[in-house]
């Protein structure tokens, strides 16, 4: 029979009945517990989608609680009842009265919460978290249970490595606090853990100050070593006053090129380079800062366009508000969305590659496999990050082999009819990778053999299994990974 999900929204929590006779028209909570499940179509066709819009599972029924004690009771009560059911938690953006209380240092934030009203809240205090998704608009306990990657990393780590305390809900209805000194198993279990472990109700953010504007850089490269070797030398000066965000995208011939953010005076010749290099490199960076005057902005724009190796007469430069660069990807999404473009399939396809292998995975993958494809729709990224700013305590995987770790983005959008063809292009990617012995690491993947499960978390699968044990040990939490 099909899983038969029970979903709550506080961050939004799925419940999805273990494999039994029991029917969507047979979920019954007691009165005890003091809480409302919904069933009518519209809340249950809302909880069925999640953005990849490829996978559909029906609900049985949608919870949204206002307190973390009702999670707690709704989550004890599955642990110990005679109807076993099964408990996923999904950030919906719905925090607890909107509001993130902003102390000396840190933020304490309901998980439900979006980043973007973390921003706004700590930005009118001046401060702010200190590491970024690209896209604000999803939940801290979202982001806290995969890992949270933006182009902020390589100076200040993933946003897993900025939490200094979390409130978690256990399989087992506990409510416990935890950090590094405090329930540390908990702790560092949760953070990167699929949401296996608990459910994340509040987490203690890392704030320094807010800068008020960014000077926002993109510069072309036709070589791909040349664009490769300054990503790495920008990168190397993670703790020196250099730029404070890094990130690099393909503009491909067989794909769509976004030449907007050049002067118009520069976009046709732009496109004539795809077509001719077939791959241009875009170097995108940027510098945050408060007073323009100050000597180290001069001294960081002079060694942009001074000292690195683009194509000569292919930079620009946009200076933007602090919020608005953060928040850049929302004007795309307004856009796609006007189009009717944004909730379609998401195929993406995301990975971890070595940084002494990065040249054998643009030559077999990129060069030898995307650049092949009749056309591509959608974005491909790809730069490094510093391994060193990645904690192995946590449960999230990262390539352990170099100090130098290259972050890609493979970002296509799809229709309903073509998902196999991604998908079936994804499959490829993997195995030309296995096959060349390139040591990738998914993120945000979706194994269904525990086999891969087992592979992908390597050496912490032990520990994983274990942790699995002691918080859930009646399998409730986050079964759609299929991991236990």
Known sequence: MADLPLMITLMTVLIYLLPSCIKSSEIILPKSLNLTLLTDPSAISAASHDFGNITTV?????????????ISRLLSYASNGERKFQVAARGQGHSLKGQAAVLNGYADVAGGTLWVDVLKNTAEKGVSPVSWT????????????NAGIGGEVFRNGPQISNVLELDVITGKGEMLACSSQLNSELFYGVL??????????????????????????????????????????????????GVDYLEGQLFMSNGVVDTSFFPQS?????????????????????????DPTLPIIGQVVDMLTRTLSYL???????????????NRVKAEEDKLRSLGLWEVPHPWLNLYVPKSQILDFHNGVVKDILLKQNSTS????LYPS????????????????????????????????????????????????????????????????????VEHFGTKWSDFSKRKDLFDPKKLLSPGQDIF
């Open 134 to 145: 690209d896209y604000l608009h999803v939940s801290i306990g979202g982001t806290l249970s």
């Open 266 to 290: 520069n976009q046709s010749k732009i496109a004539d380079l795809v077509k001719s290099h077939g791959i241009i490199y875009v170097l995108e960076v940027a510098k945050f800062y408060d």
């Open 192 to 241: 990167g853990g699929l949401g296996q472990f608990g459910i994340i109700t509040r987490a203690r953010i890392v704030l320094n100050h807010a800068p008020k504007r960014a000077k926002w850089f993109r510069m072309l490269y036709s070589d791909f070593t040349a664009f490769t070797k300054d990503q790495e030398r920008l990168i190397s000066m993670a703790d020196d006053a």
């Open 378 to 381: 959608g974005l491909t990224l």
């Open 58 to 70: 029906i609900p049985g029924g949608v919870i949204c609680p206002s307190s973390p004690a009702e």
């Open 312 to 326: 000569p007469g292919f930079i620009s430069m946009h200076d933007v508000a602090y919020f608005d660069f953060l």
């Open 386 to 453: 510093n391994r060193n700013k990645w904690d192995n305590r946590m449960s999230a995987m990262v390539t352990d082999e170099e100090d130098v770790v290259y972050i890609i983005g493979i970002l296509q959008s799809a229709t309903p009819q073509n998902v196999p063809e991604v998908e079936s292009l994804n499959d490829s990617i993997i195995r030309v990778c296995k096959d060349s012995g390139i040591k990738i690491k998914q993120y945000l993947m979706h194994y269904t053999r525990k086999e891969d499960w």
